[in-house]
């Protein structure tokens, strides 16, 4: 079992900077693809990024250049480093942790944190 807790999320205005962090505990040693999700009020959950354990990374377009993903193995930590923030980014954000090679199929996912809002105002 593997229970993943998120922190960081808030409200910010546009142009502003977020990182949140998802803490990892138990069977942390099993090699995962971790990633980050969002969804926003009235729309379904979306990929935001993934790193799998040999380091890959993906993000969904609309992030990219503006979002980083990273994990710190040491202090099995995922982060997420979020800049240049938009009102379109406003969501509750999720870590997940599941099956390797990443994918954005939510169903190869099998441990969720409970969640963290960020709130982006124009």
């Known amino acids: 079992q593997v229970q993943l807790v998120e922190s960081g999320g808030g409200s910010v205005q546009a142009g502003g900077s977020l990182r949140l962090s998802c803490a990892a505990f138990g069977y942390t040693y099993i090699t995962y693809c971790w990633a980050w999700f969002r969804q926003a009020p009235g729309k379904e959950r979306e990929g935001v990024a993934s790193?799998?354990?040999?380091?890959?990374?993906t993000y969904v377009d609309s992030v990219k250049g503006r979002f980083t993903i990273s994990k710190d193995n040491a202090k099995n930590t995922l982060y997420l480093q979020m800049n240049s923030l938009k009102p379109e980014d406003t969501a509750m954000y999720y870590c997940?942790?599941?099956?390797?090679?990443?994918?954005?199929?939510?169903?190869?996912?099998?441990?969720w944190g409970q969640g963290t809002q960020v709130t982006v105002s124009s």
């Open positions: 790193i799998d354990s040999d380091g890959s990374i």
């Open positions: 997940a942790a599941g099956f390797r090679p990443c994918t954005w199929h939510e169903t190869r996912f099998h441990y």
